[in-house]
């Protein structure tokens, strides 16, 4: 075993990719995340098929065409139930990964994805559509599970100098799900009276690839050592993950952290919220996530026929508009995996969220302007996708890697629970409330959103730290001085506090 001359410590080596951790990436990313952003959109192109649907279901029972108001409350809960379902999959979050693992956690979540894949699949022979609205609500909260544990299991795999990059790839498989639901959707595809059922009925497929091959993969050593208490188990995981038998260093800072927590246990979301030495990092990831979804994004995901129809792209040329939207998001999700290691956490989300800024403030400009400007319409579209560029390099993909690195392991659970609620909770708020906006304030309902982004973007240049290249203990130490307790990290160092916090409570920080 290397050791370093000074201290008598394991050296630590650089992490590299192995087919063992890349692989375990792409099936948890496929399986899981891809599912959350088909979903997104797999219901904006069929939806004049699926509305002509629930009419002739509706005139097939009652003998009478549905009421405008009806179709359109039915419709919108058809497009809400998915988000809604995604705030009670992330509150079951905690339970079922301390229970069952992140990796079974996964395997289990497949049940909210076949089952109501099948019933989306046989709504149209059924002749319900009430079905299709219970389905989207289970598979929202397959969706709320995913998109919290998928960036939990890989950021646990991976070794900090690729952990960066690793959580970004959930984000590009949703981005990926979301440009595979708008190609499908195209006429002459699925997105036709014959085809929207089986489009709906797609999402099982990644279930299965992830039923059949996640099981072949370690479970994350970070649960089995820390809160399993199985080192054996750990360390195999570790050295396949690794490629190598020497994970001394990496182990040994594995049980450092362990130690530091046992003072703790596994704490809360109550327990969370009251805990001194974590508050800055609660209200951070709190902030980054509304600040995600509040920004505007799934209004124009939700939304972006209509906007291209108001910018006066016509008809027939909008699906085309939209599927090139989505190719440009993810390619900039897969220019933000080579890079955030380079240029960090922290100015990937300050640059994102300045041009989503820039971008609804342009947009409103040229909506306001397009009748009088002919060229205008074109500068509506750019403004879109510029925002879409903005979000996919910062406002997108970082908020749950940050999540992943700013608490330890007894913490983590119930942070990402947190984060998954405020996450949803505020998409289903958009995806409500949008439409009103819309109607209310027409294009200057882009600068509320402007402002969001802007208000986001002063608190994270504030307030949230690089958190690159660093272990889980040294990034809860960044925090210390914020939040008024120092945090040692060394064998034999004593915590300390400062004002009145009791001895006891210091040994709750830093229990070394």
């Not at 410590?9 to 599912?35: D, H, Y």
């Not at 699949?121 to 319900?128: F, N, R, Y």
């Not at 699925?190 to 370690?218: D, K, Q, R, Y």
């Not at 939207?325 to 995996?337: E, K, R």
Request: proline share 4%; charged share 15%.
């Amino acid at each position: 075993m290397a050791q370093t001359e000074e201290w008598g410590k394991p050296v630590e080596r650089r992490g590299r990719l192995t087919a063992v951790l890349v692989l375990a990436t792409l099936i948890s990313g496929f399986g899981s995340s891809f599912q959350y952003g088909y979903n997104v959109a797999v219901v904006n192109s069929p939806s004049p098929f699926m509305q002509q649907f629930y009419n002739a279901t509706y005139m097939e029972r009652y003998g009478a065409p549905m009421e405008g108001t009806l179709l359109t409350l039915l419709w919108s809960l058809t497009v809400s139930m998915y988000p809604l379902g995604g705030f009670f999959g992330s509150l079951m979050v905690a339970p079922l990964v301390n229970k069952l693992g992140r990796k079974g956690t996964l395997l289990f979540n497949n049940i909210f994805s076949i089952v109501p894949a099948v019933m989306m699949g046989v709504s149209e022979i059924a002749k319900s559509y009430e079905i299709i609205i219970v389905a989207r609500f289970i598979v929202g909260i397959c969706a709320g599970l995913s998109s919290n544990v998928v960036p939990m299991y890989i950021g646990e795999l991976a070794p900090k100098n690729l952990r960066g990059a690793l959580g970004i790839i959930p984000q590009l498989f949703i981005t990926i799900g979301i440009l595979s639901a708008q190609v499908l959707g195209i006429r002459n595809i699925l997105g036709n009276s014959t085809g929207w059922t089986l489009m709906l009925g797609l999402t099982s497929i990644p279930a299965l690839v992830e039923l059949l091959l996640l099981p072949f993969f370690p479970e994350s050593p970070r649960y089995m050592l820390i809160q399993r208490g199985d080192e054996k188990t750990a360390l195999r995981a570790l050295q396949r993950l690794r490629g190598r038998e020497d994970v001394d260093a990496e182990l040994s800072e594995m049980r450092l952290e362990d130690q530091s927590e046992k003072a703790e246990g596994r704490l809360s979301v109550l327990s969370l919220l009251s805990q001194r030495s974590l508050r800055w990092q609660l209200i951070s990831i709190v902030v980054m996530n509304m600040g995600q979804q509040l920004s505007g994004v799934n209004a124009i995901y939700y939304y972006a026929d209509s906007i291209y129809a108001s910018a006066g792209v016509k008809q027939d040329v909008i699906q085309y508009v939209t599927v090139g939207t989505g190719a440009v998001n993810v390619f900039m999700t897969i220019a933000a995996v080579f890079i955030v290691e380079a240029v960090g956490r922290r100015v990937l989300l300050l640059c994102g969220f300045g041009i989503c800024c820039g971008a609804c403030v342009l947009l409103t400009v040229a909506l306001n302007f397009q009748e009088s400007v002919t060229w205008m319409s074109y500068g509506s579209i750019a403004c879109v996708i510029i925002y879409v560029i903005g979000h996919a390099i910062g406002p997108s993909p970082i908020p749950t890697v940050v999540t992943t690195e700013m608490f330890r392991q007894s913490a983590r659970p119930a942070a990402f629970m947190v984060a998954g609620s405020v996450h949803w909770l505020s998409n289903f708020t958009v995806g409500l409330v949008f439409p009103f906006l819309e109607r209310g304030l027409g294009s200057y309902s882009f600068i509320i959103f402007a402002f969001i982004c802007l208000v986001t973007l002063i608190y994270i240049w504030l307030v949230v730290p690089e958190t690159k290249n660093k272990t889980f203990l040294e990034n809860c130490q960044m925090f210390a001085k914020r939040n008024k307790v120092e945090i040692k990290l060394g064998d034999g160092d004593l915590p300390l506090t400062e004002g009145k916090e009791s001895l006891e409570d210091a040994a709750r920080v830093t229990a070394f």
